[in-house]
């Protein structure tokens, strides 16, 4: 089963507007990462946040991570067009279970 | 090389046939991933060597599936007597470490017919 499920599974904005997603998973974790995919192909990576963190900034994201609530979210501030694509965040479970956990997305699409 | 190079980039084989994926890592990487992705979905994971140590193959939907990573560099994965539901985008990823961000090839798109 997946590790991390993203929250909404699709959600579409406005150019300029401010898109925020959500994730939640099950485990203890060291870390969640958040990915970009364009197209169903190769994945980008955006941001690391350690178990330690509550929040990290990169440019227009921002992520926060609540380990109490097993949750993080992943806010794109100023939104553009070529920001439409799939968002994943992925989970690196502490303990002994070594696999990086993907969740199912969420399908952004930002209008023009 | 620059980055994660997966080969073939789409691969099309009928049904009973044997297939081999290959990627070549990033230079120096020492964890590696493979995962499948059908159309739409999330990424199911296969397996992950790290280094020397033994692979996590819980992810390995079924005893066709197998996996190897020569010196520590490329891994092939191979799947054997393919079925319809083997077709998905198969994409592989490299890393430093464990738990240090994952960089990922261009996938290979398999389709059985």
């Known amino acids: 089963s997946q590790q991390g499920e993203e929250d909404p599974q699709a959600l579409s904005i406005q150019e300029g507007e401010n898109a925020t997603m959500n994730c939640s998973y099950k485990?203890?974790?060291?870390?969640l990462q958040w990915y970009r995919q364009n197209s169903g192909r190769g994945l980008v990576h955006l941001i690391l946040?350690?178990?330690?963190?509550r929040e990290k900034h990169s440019g227009r994201l921002r992520v926060t991570l609540d380990t109490s609530k097993k949750s993080s979210s992943l806010l794109i501030t100023a939104s553009r067009a070529a920001d439409t694509a799939s968002y994943f965040c992925?989970?690196?479970?502490?303990?002994?279970?070594?696999?990086?956990?993907f969740g199912s997305g969420t399908q952004l699409t930002v209008l023009p | 090389g620059a980055g994660v190079s997966q080969s073939p980039s789409n691969k099309v084989t009928e049904k009973g046939k044997d297939v081999e994926l290959r990627c070549d890592p990033i230079?120096?990487?020492?964890?590696l991933y493979w995962y499948r992705q059908s159309l739409g979905q999330g990424l199911e994971f296969l397996i992950y060597?790290?280094?020397?140590?033994?692979?996590?193959k819980s992810g390995l939907p079924s005893d066709r599936f197998s996996a190897e990573r020569t010196g520590g560099s490329v891994s092939t994965l191979t799947i054997q007597r393919t079925q319809q539901e083997d077709s998905a985008v198969y994409l592989c990823?490299?890393?430093?470490?464990?738990?240090?961000?994952?960089?990922f090839g261009q996938g290979t798109r398999l389709t059985v017919v």
């Open positions: 990823a490299s890393s430093w470490a464990r738990d240090s961000k994952a960089f």
């Open positions: 485990t203890s974790i060291n870390n």
């Open positions: 946040i350690r178990s330690n963190e």
């Open positions: 992925a989970t690196d479970a502490s303990g002994s279970a070594r696999q990086l956990t």
């Open positions: 230079s120096g990487h020492t964890a």
């Open positions: 060597f790290q280094g020397n140590s033994a692979p996590d």
